[in-house]
């Protein structure tokens, strides 16, 4: 099963944006991926998200592939929250059929986070700000 906390989302994410902005990429982007205890990580960054605070258009997808669970996160661009630019991600985690859904915003500055959890009619179940 795959239950990563925000720490480690957030780490994937970081390794992923180190890869982005030290110019590792070609002219597609770059491709990623990490195998090993039960768990596969791809990371495709595009090419246009190099040197960006908020890598639009990049994914990352964390599996499991003894149990299915998958969690895949997409940088979808910037959106303005509270007066202020963050840069936001759609996740979604669990298997076929049994999947949640969440939105994972920061500031450029990374002082501020949140996260909103969605149900299965898409409205919003739960939603936490940390600044």
Request: some cysteine.
């Amino acid at each position: 099963m795959i239950n990563l906390s925000k720490k480690q989302i957030l780490l994937i994410f970081l390794l992923a944006s180190s890869l982005m902005v030290s110019g590792c990429m070609d002219e597609e982007g770059k491709n990623l991926s990490i195998s090993g205890n039960n768990t596969e990580i791809n990371i495709n960054l595009s090419k246009q998200a190099e040197g960006s605070w908020c890598p639009a258009g990049s994914h990352i997808q964390v599996k499991n592939p003894t149990t299915g669970k998958v969690l895949n996160m997409t940088v979808t661009g910037t959106e303005e929250f509270e007066n202020e630019t963050f840069c936001k991600a759609m996740i979604e985690t669990g298997s076929e059929g049994n999947t949640t859904r969440f939105e994972y915003m920061w500031s450029q500055d990374k002082n501020t986070t949140v996260w909103t959890k969605y149900d299965e009619e898409g409205k919003i179940s739960l939603r936490y700000v940390h600044r």
